[in-house]
């Protein structure tokens, strides 16, 4: 069976999710540097992967035979919360729904984990990220002062929940 995916927008393009692994990190490294302004290194990506609570998947196409990293997304899950460190996709496939894709496996494995709440912290300034969000239905629960060290900016904290009447947050 062809495990690529298809997609219904025409902009689309058929990609695949896999769990991470180490021989990504060449490929997400130079996602991640392209995307942040203070990307994650090597090192904070290897602690994830060797993390019990830590959830790495990537999104893959093929380009000319080849199959390519084109996106990824790290999470933790603990208690039945879902907190999404880290999402990109390579500039190159942006506004084709990868990320869209990303998210809703994200959802679908916590739901199935019986998990209730998705949150993130998000730039102010990151205008594409914060449609993404709210498009997938996520809200703004409230702001980290001075959260970003780079750039000294408050962190936009928003969060979904996925399953009404399991454990409560608060
Ligand atoms: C934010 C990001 C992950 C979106 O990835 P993507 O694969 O292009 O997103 P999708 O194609 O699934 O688009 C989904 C929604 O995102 C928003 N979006 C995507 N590109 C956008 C753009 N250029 N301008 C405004 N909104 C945009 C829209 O709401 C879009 O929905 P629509 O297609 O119905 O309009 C990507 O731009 C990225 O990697 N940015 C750099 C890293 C980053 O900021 N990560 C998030 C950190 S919190």
């Known amino acids: 069976m062809n495990k690529f995916k298809k997609n219904n927008k025409s902009s689309e393009l058929p990609i695949f999710i896999e769990t991470m692994k180490e021989e990504d990190l060449d490929e997400i490294l130079a996602i991640e540097k392209i995307c942040f302004p203070t990307p994650w290194t090597r090192d904070m990506f290897l602690q994830e992967l060797a993390l019990d609570i830590a959830f790495n998947f990537v999104a893959k196409a093929k380009k000319n035979d080849t199959i390519k990293v084109v996106g990824y997304v790290c999470f933790w899950f603990f208690a039945g919360e879902t907190h999404i460190l880290n999402l990109a996709v390579s500039p190159e496939y942006q506004g084709k729904g990868i990320a869209t894709k990303l998210l809703e496996y994200v959802h679908n494995l916590a739901i199935k984990k019986e998990g209730f709440l998705v949150f993130l912290e998000v ?48």
């Open 123 to 170: 730039r102010p300034s990151n205008k594409k990220a914060l449609s993404l969000y709210k498009k997938m239905g996520y809200k703004v629960e409230g702001i980290r002062k001075k959260y970003y060290n780079d750039t000294g900016e408050d962190a936009i904290i928003m969060e979904k929940r996925l399953q009404e009447g399991k454990n409560e947050k608060k």
